[in-house]
């Protein structure tokens, strides 16, 4: 008994607690002030705390970012850029992922002449800079008739995202026993129906992790969105650089934060969703089931 | 059912030095139960990958019922198998699992739900049907596993060690599982072990191999009692046989060899007569540890049979048997002694060698002295 009460009080568990707590607190502070300032009004802002509560809940400041704000010369808000997102980061995602699942699939279960190789090479992808493909990359578009539209990112962002997405789903299956795919060749099942019906039903913790990997990754994008599209097909982190920079008079910091936080939520959404997905698939395999 | 003929079967993997398989022959009559046993990495698995199809052969050719299928697809070879790991498809249900080769087949649903529950009745899983792999126990999977192979009704049936993840009373039960199903079903099966008494049970033929070569190639009763050379020897029978260098005399009574226990006692037994032209030479004696026991009223008056005392080294009980440890020529000997008369450690024994069973090998070659 008296050993329970010792631990619980223990000075080293005390200055843990407290060390941890200080990080969560420093780790939060900046989505604290970007939630309040947001709900503020201007005035408020001019004179109050950075810390403070509102003094006048408001949502103006929200309105206005997502149908009013001026981003350059056109003042709609952020709405139009938010959906730009949006259809430029879900058929990303979705084709990363799945060509992915499908490269992981052959460079695992039927390996070939140089299929390790090919795929130390692609993982080569995985560490090439964003600057260095910028110049190639705008002239490939523009020859293929994709600059400066949504179709043009989604391309990018795919063969940007491959690397990764193989990477995982290789890793993933490897895991897999090889004698599972042997008996689906004796039970006469050929090079498809073996991925759609033993492998995928398989996959769902990886797919998490991709989905979500992917997911944040090209909603985040900032530099192929500002080079690559142009005017009406600008995504969202693009649209609030332009919302930010804009001055009309006074900064109207509340808008800019509600901008900011349009556009974060999104991922967040996807991580509060599939979190426990992702954490589950990346320990997947480190622990016999 | 169906029969197999293993022709020359050669097989290089990508890159390597040497062959896995060294040019194996072995013919399976329909119905005949093969197993293939042999250290790992002597290219059992590899042979059976390649009937499989699994694995493509690099020389030779896998014939069925006549019909060559060395450069066919797997899908295509009518051959089910049973793997170690059971390969169960984690995400379908036991039916599933079992009814899955029979719908790729194309098989009309009323006829799998009709297939899926005689291989049920008959391994008794029925009240498993609807139960995902992962909530069986090892055995169960294990009858799941056999049950799809079941299912297809295959030409062949290939068992890649697949008794080896289940526990020691468990693998006893499937073992007579398993052949009482054979000797029902009468099927053609090649079954791969490294466990030689599960070789020696279930076969109706054994094929030892060693480093891709066929070693021997006969029922368990001349694989045991007449083994080609000294791997397989060494290889068949718990405990395994002992190896004791000795020389041919020539006696009075006949031939014999002379064997000295650890207190420098000697003793002379007798040997065959076809080792006539080994006299004065040096071979190896086989010798198993049945073939020394206590005294035998019975066999006392058989010529081959011989009496000497020994200092028992070491007691293993077995509970049917103990096994005795003695010292030969400076070698460690066992014999399988009576558990009702008990012999201590480091007291002398009274033993009797049976040298009927006993068998030679050519120290050089290896290989066994065969009787003229």
């Keep these: 008994m008296t050993d329970v009460v010792r631990t619980g009080f223990r000075p080293s568990r005390i200055a843990i607690y407290g060390v941890l707590l200080l990080a969560c607190l420093v780790y939060l502070i900046p989505l604290i002030i970007m939630l309040i300032t947001s709900f503020k009004t201007p005035l408020d802002i001019r004179t109050g705390n950075l810390l403070a ?12 970012a997502w149908s009013e704000a001026c981003t350059g010369v056109q003042c709609n808000g952020v709405s139009g850029y938010f959906w730009n997102s949006f259809k430029m980061t879900v058929p990303a995602v979705l084709i990363s992922t799945l060509l992915g699942a499908f490269n992981g699939y052959v460079l695992s279960k039927w ?35 994709l600059a400066n539209t949504t179709t043009g990112l989604v391309l990018v962002h795919v063969i940007y995202g491959v690397a990764f997405t193989t990477l995982f789903f290789r890793n993933y299956y490897v895991a897999i026993p090889d004698a599972l795919i042997k008996a689906a060749r004796l039970d006469g099942a050929g090079f498809f129906t073996i991925f759609f019906r033993i ?26 969105g500002v080079v690559f599209a142009s005017g009406d097909s600008q995504p969202i982190t693009v649209a609030l650089n332009n919302l930010v920079n804009t001055s009309t008079g006074v900064k109207e910091y509340n808008v800019d934060m509600a901008a900011a936080m349009i556009a974060a939520l999104p991922t967040l959404v996807v991580y509060i969703v599939a979190g426990k997905y992702f954490i589950r698939g990346l320990t997947a395999g480190s622990v016999k089931g | 059912m169906a029969q197999l003929e293993l022709r020359d079967i050669r097989k290089t993997y990508a890159g390597a030095l040497d062959e896995t398989l060294k040019g194996i022959n072995i013919d399976i009559a329909s119905g005949e139960f093969l197993t293939l046993v042999g250290p790992s990495g002597c290219g059992k698995s590899t042979l059976m990958n390649s009937i499989a199809g699994l694995e493509t052969i690099t020389g030779g050719s896998i014939v069925v019922d006549g019909e060559d299928i060395s450069g066919m697809e797997p899908k295509d070879r009518d051959i089910a198998m049973v793997f170690q790991s059971y390969a169960l498809y984690p995400t379908m249900s036991v039916r599933e699992n079992i009814a899955f080769g029979l719908k790729i087949r194309g098989m009309p649903k009323e006829e799998v739900r009709q297939e899926v529950e005689r291989v ?16 069986l126990s090892g055995g169960q999977q294990q009858r799941v596993a056999m049950g799809r192979a079941l299912a297809r009704r295959p030409k062949i049936y290939l068992f890649d060690e697949p008794l080896s993840n289940l526990d020691a009373k468990l693998r006893v039960e499937m073992r007579t599982e398993i052949k009482k199903l054979h000797q029902r079903l009468r099927t053609t099966i090649v079954y791969v072990t490294h466990d030689q008494i599960e070789a020696m049970t279930l076969a109706d033929r054994i094929a030892v191999l060693r480093d891709g070569e066929l070693q021997q190639l006969g029922t368990p009763k001349e694989v045991y009692d007449t083994p080609e050379n000294l791997f ?11 190896f004791i260098e000795v020389a041919i005399d020539r006696s009075d009574t006949g031939l014999s060899v002379t064997l000295e226990g650890s207190d420098g006692r000697r003793l002379a037994l007798p040997v065959p007569a076809y080792l006539e032209n080994w006299v004065g030479k040096r071979v190896v004696l086989g010798i198993r540890p049945e073939h020394i026991s206590q005294p035998d009223e019975q066999k006392r008056d058989n010529p081959m049979v011989e009496e000497g005392r020994f200092t028992v080294e070491v007691t293993e009980p077995t509970g049917p048997d103990v096994i005795a440890v003695i010292r ?3 070698i460690d000997v066992q014999c399988r002694l009576d558990a009702e008369h008990p012999v201590e450690w480091g007291e002398e024994a009274e033993l009797m060698f049976d040298m009927r069973k006993v068998v030679f090998f050519d120290p050089e070659s290896e290989k066994r002295i065969r009787p003229q």
């Design chain 1, 53 to 64: 509560l509102p003094t006048d809940w408001t949502v103006v400041g929200w309105t206005k």
């Design chain 1, 111 to 145: 390996k070939f002449k140089g299929s390790d190789l090919l795929f130390g090479m692609l993982l080569f992808g995985c560490f090439v800079p964003f600057q260095v493909v910028l110049l190639p990359m705008a002239a490939t578009l523009g020859k293929l008739g």
């Design chain 1, 199 to 224: 492998l995928l039903p398989l996959s769902t913790p990886i797919f998490m992790v991709s989905l979500i990997w992917q997911f944040t990754q090209i909603w985040n994008d900032f530099l192929f």
């Design chain 2, 120 to 135: 049920a009745d008959l391994l008794q899983i029925s009240p498993l049907l609807d139960k995902k792999p992962s909530r």
């Design chain 2, 232 to 242: 397989v020897a060494s290889f068949m029978g718990s405990p395994s046989m002992s």
């Design chain 2, 328 to 330: 030969l020529n400076g």
